[in-house]
């Protein structure tokens, strides 16, 4: 079946608004099948853990089944290398100081100015406790990917833990994380990847990766609020988690810290049944062992969103060059659009990020402007001061005609 986003956007209640959502990487609007399992969840199985009643036994089997769901999604090797928290940066500082109480001092950290600071920040002040150097990784200014030369040269430093992200959220750019990841292990590092950005884009595949760690969160890809960390079963079981004494001892339940969010945890399940549909809609169906399996499913439906989204990729970088004025951050050659996800950072000269965004946000088309907690990123490129940029973000609901409803207006604010 052709993709059909007619089809999608009616699983998407947010979208009824008279809007076009461009603010995605900044979090994606939630599919019914997530909000229906949040709902059903508080109405009719809302409990705490552990309990010698129907409705807590009810709570536990959803919320056991929500990290499997979750190990599918990322083709984890087990439900127990899934660990649920607040979000992607409260689960990074949390594991940045129990990983820190393996490091010496004088050991060194690698973490890149291309990523997000939640994947920046945490490594640096746990380096700083510790008494650990950090040695930063610069990204090319021109096309926005990640200098490898430069990365290669400090894993010569025989780095403890490399921290790097699977796509840029302000730029956009995929990075080549199956080589870096080898590069890594060969002087001894863990690596830890950011995938907050990149998993709604396309299929993660954790034991292809062979990463020691990896985070992302269910509100970029259609779910809540929720934080989800991917670790080695074997690391996991290893680190001593800062926690409570009765709290669980073996993982995931020591890094769960506190009463978790069971009803959230339904929602992530909830998206990936989201994704499962999609999969079963859009997808091949069958697999090379003649088993429609969960992991078939979810593949096939990144898959398939992965290759939709390279036209809105591609349509976006042509609007955006056609408009006078704009200035655009980040890859812009057609030939190497599989490096990249849809989303675009740009400014126009003579006005403000800030002006922007405001002037698209009256026509109703959201957007973001400034840094994104990508810092380095814009003081790299000299631009913090002055605002940052605009951001816009297509996945795979939104529609070219929405592209181009987005250029026609852009154009209006350009030369206005």
Same mark, same amino acid.
């Given at each position: ?7 999608? %956007? ?25 909000? !229906? ?61 129990? /990983? ?27 380096? @700083?406790?510790? =008494? ?24 010569? &430093? ?8 699977? &796509? ?39 034991? !292809?990766?062979?990463? #020691? ?14 934080? /989800?960390?991917?670790?080695?079963? !074997?690391?996991? #079981?290893?680190?001593? $988690? ?10 995931? =339940?020591?890094? @769960?810290?506190?009463? =978790? ?9 909830? $998206? ?24 078939? %499913? ?63 946000? %009256? ?12 810092? &380095?990123?814009?003081? &790299? ?36």
């Amino acid at each position: 079946m052709n993709f059909d986003t007619n089809l999608i %956007r009616d699983q998407f209640p947010g979208l009824q608004r008279p809007a076009i959502f461009f603010d995605n990487p900044g979090g994606t609007q939630i599919a019914k099948p997530s909000l !229906d399992r949040m709902v059903s969840y508080l109405r009719n199985s809302n409990a705490n853990h552990a309990g010698r009643f129907v409705t807590s036994r009810e709570s536990d089997a959803i919320v056991d089944e929500a990290h499997q769901a979750a190990a599918d999604f990322l083709n984890a090797d087990r439900a127990e290398e899934i660990v649920f928290g607040a979000n992607m940066t409260t689960l990074t500082l949390h594991i940045s100081r129990t /990983i820190a109480r393996t490091w010496e001092p004088g050991d060194t950290i690698l973490v890149t100015r291309l990523d997000h600071d939640a994947n920046v920040t945490p490594w640096v002040m746990a380096a @700083e406790d510790r =008494g650990c150097k950090v040695r930063y990784v610069d990204f090319n200014l021109e096309d926005g990917t990640l200098n490898v030369q430069q990365l290669n040269q400090a894993l010569e &430093s025989k780095p403890r833990l490399v921290a790097v992200g699977y &796509s840029s959220n302000a730029l956009g750019t995929i990075n080549p994380l199956k080589e870096i990841i080898k590069d890594a292990h060969a002087v001894g590092a863990l690596v830890y990847v950011d995938a907050v950005h990149y998993a709604p884009h396309g299929p993660i595949d954790i034991q !292809d990766l062979d990463c #020691d760690f990896l985070v992302c969160s269910a509100y970029k890809f259609f779910g809540p609020h929720v934080g /989800i960390l991917y670790g080695r079963y !074997d690391l996991l #079981d290893q680190l001593t $988690a800062y926690k409570v004494r009765p709290a669980p001892q073996d993982p995931p =339940g020591k890094f @769960e810290t506190g009463t =978790g969010n069971f009803e959230g945890y339904a929602g992530v399940l909830g $998206a990936i049944e989201y994704f499962e549909w999609l999969g079963e809609t859009f997808g091949t169906q069958g697999s090379s062992k003649g088993e429609f399996t969960r992991q078939v %499913r979810l593949k096939q439906a990144m898959t398939a969103v992965q290759k939709f989204e390279m036209q809105l990729t591609r349509t976006t970088l042509e609007v955006l060059e056609e408009t006078p004025g704009v200035i655009i951050y980040g890859l812009r050659d057609t030939k190497r659009l599989d490096e990249r996800v849809p989303t675009f950072a740009f400014n126009i000269k003579g006005l403000t990020p800030g002006k922007v965004a405001e002037e698209l946000g %009256r026509r109703d088309i959201f957007v973001w402007d400034g840094n994104y907690y990508a810092l &380095s990123i814009t003081e &790299s490129l000299g631009i913090e001061e002055s605002g940052g940029m605009v951001r816009v973000g297509p996945v795979h609901y939104n529609t070219v005609e929405e592209i181009e409803r987005f250029g026609e207006v852009l154009g209006e604010i350009a030369t206005k």
